[in-house]
């Protein structure tokens, strides 16, 4: 315990809610609220794909074979961590402050109104800059080239002053991220951030209203537990200890969680049907709390109407230059996707790889298997070959590829496993479930082998390539 409170984490290391981001709302509005906070929640939307195809055993060993079907939640208090684990008292904490009030940009609500009359307010003064442009006459649109020649280096320091008042408004709001120390821009208020997820929170309670189960139900009290015990363990981080963690699980088949930035926690039994064993859901909702720890919906938030307020600029131009109003869409619409591939995609996958991390520690304080972490997204990417779905390259998708994020994890393991040990943790009995995962690949991928008929040279596609038992 002595060696947990002295051990420090703190540091620079840099790595979009995981999951995927929720359905959009029903009304305008809602669409809006939810693109202000739209963020890398996980387990989400890109795994509802992957729903009943990695359903397991949920307090199995994790060496429990992969194909084995056994009926889930038929639980009581087995369900619950072990009261032995002790709370272990690392901190994890980096240098960390908060915006002054003068800092902090207007009420978050108040871009949801603005951010689409910016965009018609560039478009308009683009085209209409275009038609007073064709409406010269030839020979003073000579003089306005000339005169454009002459001022070139006032035109050009305009220019770079209003570049520089760009960089020095992004410099002057950057903060660190908790815990890990990453240098991060902040523009919106914590406290009005917070206000904007309660109004979130009312919408989804409102869509989730009928599926709520209740508190008496086994699957319920098992997230609650493992919450609980989570939240209990890292007790000793302050943006742990601030949040009051409240538990929903809904009935819902999609394989998906996310935590509001207020602690509201969302479960969907979809997911509670993908996990193999109590290890597993411990790292996901683990990962969950630290995306509202790590305060990564203002982050992402704050990124997404920076880069938009610049993109005005590019918009206005355009608009301007654009002989045809098609050309224009054409051009306004490549601008928008380059954005979301150069910059949006990749900060959200940066996000979901700092959350992995300190979800395992997270997980690793609380006693974990860690182990585990890397074998729920490899039993992932198996369902989705089961399934036949295509491979998309990593740079389309919010969330990194669960090939990547496995290996990712493989690495952190090591680190997570010391954190595990010096929290004076029981030791880890029965064999490695990445080696049992392997070694049932194996046996499944000699069986398909042993089941193919000698003439057929080629694969019925509406079967699977591989004859799984259960997945």
């Known amino acids: ?38 963020v890398p929640h996980t387990s989400g939307q890109e795994l509802n794909r992957n729903a009943h195809h990695s359903s397991g055993r949920f307090f199995s060993q994790s060496s429990q074979p992969l194909g084995e079907k056994i009926p889930s939640f038929l639980i009581s208090s087995v369900g619950q961590p072990p009261r032995r684990f002790p709370a272990c008292n690392i901190q994890i904490n980096g240098s960390f402050h908060t915006s002054t009030s003068l ?47 002459k001022n070139k280096w006032k035109i050009l320091l305009g220019v770079s002053s209003l570049g520089v008042v760009f960089v020095m408004f992004y410099f002057t709001h950057l903060e660190e991220t908790p815990i890990t120390g990453r240098a991060r821009l902040l523009v919106f ?12 929170y009312d919408m989804w309670m409102e869509q989730f209203k009928n599926q709520m189960l209740p ?44 935590v509001l930035p207020n602690g509201q926690v969302f ?31 203002a982050e992402k938030a704050s990124l997404v109407h920076f880069l938009d307020f610049l993109s005005l600029i590019f918009l206005t131009m355009i608009w301007a230059i654009c002989p045809r109003d098609s050309l224009a869409v054409v051009g306004q619409w490549i601008q928008s ?24 520690q997270f997980a690793a304080k609380a006693c974990v298997d860690v182990r585990a972490s890397s074998v729920f997204w ?27 994020r496995a290996e990712h994890l493989e690495r952190l393991i090591p680190e ?14 029965g064999p490695d479930p990445r080696l049992i995962f392997r070694l049932n690949m194996q046996h499944l991928l000699e069986s398909s082998k042993g089941q193919k008929p000698p003439n057929s040279t080629k694969q019925d596609p509406s079967k699977p390539k591989l004859d799984f038992p259960h997945a």
């Open 1 to 38: 315990r002595n060696r947990c409170q002295r051990l420090g984490l703190s540091g620079n290391a840099r790595n979009c809610f995981s999951a995927g981001n929720p359905d959009s709302y029903r009304n305008s509005f809602g669409k809006g609220l939810r693109c202000l906070l739209d």
């Open 103 to 149: 800092q902090a940009a207007p009420v978050p609500l108040f871009w949801i109104i603005v951010k689409p009359a910016q965009k018609l307010f560039a478009i308009i003064l683009g085209r209409s800059i275009r038609n007073w442009w064709k409406a010269l006459p030839p020979n003073k649109r000579e003089l306005f080239k000339e005169s454009a020649r």
């Open 189 to 200: 208020g914590k406290e009005h951030f917070r206000e904007l997820s309660q109004m979130e």
């Open 215 to 258: 508190e008496t139900d086994a699957r319920y009290q098992v997230v609650e537990r493992v919450v609980g015990h989570l939240s209990e363990s890292n007790k000793d981080i302050p943006q742990v200890s601030a949040l009051k963690w409240v538990i929903h699980v809904v009935d819902e088949p999609g394989v998906n969680a996310f």
């Open 267 to 297: 479960v969907f039994t979809g997911l509670l049907e993908a996990v193999s064993d109590i290890h597993q859901l411990s790292f996901i909702l683990g990962h969950e709390i630290a995306h509202a720890v790590l305060e990564h919906a």
């Open 337 to 360: 996707k380059l954005q979301e591939f150069m910059f949006d995609r990749p900060y959200s996958r940066t996000l979901e790889a700092e959350a992995d991390k300190v979800g395992l």
């Open 378 to 404: 490899q039993q992932m990417e198996l369902a989705e070959a089961i399934q036949g779905q295509p491979k998309l390259p990593e740079w389309l998708s919010t969330h990194p590829s669960h090939e990547n």
């Open 416 to 429: 997570a496993l010391k954190i595990r040990e010096s929290c004076n943790c029981p030791s880890l009995s």
